[in-house]
């Protein structure tokens, strides 16, 4: 699932926008949400990959519980995409780098896991966390070069 992510978080670089992909799958291994960066496209400050994908996937099912429900993304979730992980009830976090500068999931913040929320889904972290970085560091090497 991972790879899917990161061929999402690639399509992102034709808008300029950070390379984030995020896919919800369902209990049984369907992919029921998919997203990447849209927030230079649509101009939307909430156009991230997580918060797009758990729109999609809470459509999909036609609630916005995704109870039983993993997010597999890139990077790991600022603390918008975290509280939206925690809001919808997702049963399980997967992401690939961490992120120093705004990660929610345990570099900056532990939102996820904060034993003061009323919900804590499982969290894998460092899958396919170098071929993630790699894009990231790629496309914001382009950026300062600009």
């Given amino acids: 699932m991972m790879e899917q992510a990161l061929l999402l978080a690639e399509s992102a670089l034709a808008d300029a926008d950070v390379p984030v992909g995020a896919l919800v799958v369902d209990a049984d291994g369907r992919v029921i949400g998919r997203g990447r960066n849209t927030r230079e496209r649509d101009g939307d400050p909430t156009g991230h990959a997580e918060v ?11 609630e916005w519980r995704l109870e039983g429900c993993t997010l597999v993304v890139t990077l790991e979730p600022c603390t918008m995409c975290a509280g939206a992980i925690v809001a919808a009830r997702m049963e399980r976090l997967v992401f690939g780098a961490f992120d120093d500068k705004a990660g929610a999931v345990g570099s900056l913040w532990d939102v996820v896991r904060d034993r003061r929320l009323n919900h804590r889904p499982e969290v894998v972290s460092g899958v396919l966390a170098d071929r993630s970085s790699a894009l990231l560091r790629e496309f914001f090497a382009g950026h300062r070069q600009a």
């Fill in 52 to 62: 797009v994908a758990i729109r999609e996937a809470a459509a999909a099912r036609g």
